[in-house]
């Protein structure tokens, strides 16, 4: 059973950071496939960040030069760190995870949600 629990949203101004993290259980990193998407208020999820067992990343046009995702395979843990923060920026931040991947990257179909953590940027 596959558990993401996500952690560390809350509200910052605009040119701040924030830095989330998702604690798996479950989930087998020898072969991963994780990410976080988001979502904001009246808009369709959006894919931020991916990164697979060999490092390899994918980000997001929206959130590039300002995101950073990284993994703790010890501490069987994700994160998300996130400067420079906008507005538009704002919404409820989910991780992800794959079961059956192929390309880890934005379009990848994630098995595996958590229940979100909300970012909200004040202009």
């Known amino acids: 059973h596959v558990r993401l629990v996500e952690s560390g949203g809350g509200s910052v101004q605009a040119g701040g950071s924030l830095g989330l993290s998702c604690a798996a259980s479950g989930y087998t990193y020898g072969s991963s496939c994780m990410g976080w998407f988001r979502q904001a208020p009246g808009k369709e999820r959006e894919g931020v960040a991916t990164i697979d067992s060999d490092g390899n990343i994918t980000y997001g046009d929206a959130v590039k030069g300002r995101f950073t995702i990284s993994k703790d395979n010890a501490k069987d843990t994700l994160y998300l760190q996130m400067n420079n923060l906008k507005p538009e920026d704002t919404g409820m931040y989910y991780c992800?995870?794959?079961?059956?991947?192929?390309?880890?990257?934005?379009?990848?179909?994630?098995?595996?949600w958590g229940k979100g953590t909300l970012v909200t940027i004040s202009s």
């Open positions: 992800a995870a794959a079961y059956a991947w192929l390309v880890c990257d934005l379009q990848v179909l994630m098995d595996y």
